[in-house]
């Protein structure tokens, strides 16, 4: 059974920052991506950041390029979504997911998915 679980999420003023975590239980990463996505109301679930299993690549949607940013610790199976300068419209569900090599950007190719931990941004 894998599982990633998600904490850090809450309520924070715009402008503020939030630090999530992902911790990986269940089987040996090696090899697998992990990335962050988000889903707001009425909205689809979007691709934020991924990093590769060495941590030596990632890549970031514009819509948080500079404010946002994704570690790992593979000695603790976790990632972390380090998230900076906080808009309103950061509002949603973070989700942690997984996936092997690159396919972690695409969200049809995810293999493991968080339950999600929310995040509001107050105005």
């Known amino acids: 059974q894998v599982q990633l679980v998600e904490s850090g999420g809450g309520l924070v003023q715009a402008g503020g920052s939030l630090r999530l975590s992902c911790a990986a239980s269940?089987?040996?990463?090696?090899?697998?991506?992990m990335g962050w996505f988000r889903q707001a109301p009425g909205k689809e679930r979007e691709f934020l950041t991924a990093?590769?299993?060495?941590?030596?690549?990632?890549s970031v949607a514009d819509s948080v390029k500079g404010r946002f940013t994704i570690t790992r610790d593979n000695a603790k199976n976790t990632v972390y979504l380090q998230m900076d300068s906080l808009k309103p419209e950061d509002t949603a569900v973070y989700y942690c997911?997984?996936?092997?090599?690159?396919?972690?950007?695409?969200?049809?190719?995810?293999?493991?998915w968080g339950q999600g931990t929310q995040v509001t941004v107050s105005s």
């Open positions: 997911a997984a996936a092997l090599g690159s396919r972690v950007t695409r969200k049809a190719l995810i293999q493991y």
């Open positions: 990093i590769s299993w060495t941590g030596g690549a990632s």
């Open positions: 269940g089987r040996a990463f090696s090899g697998y991506g």
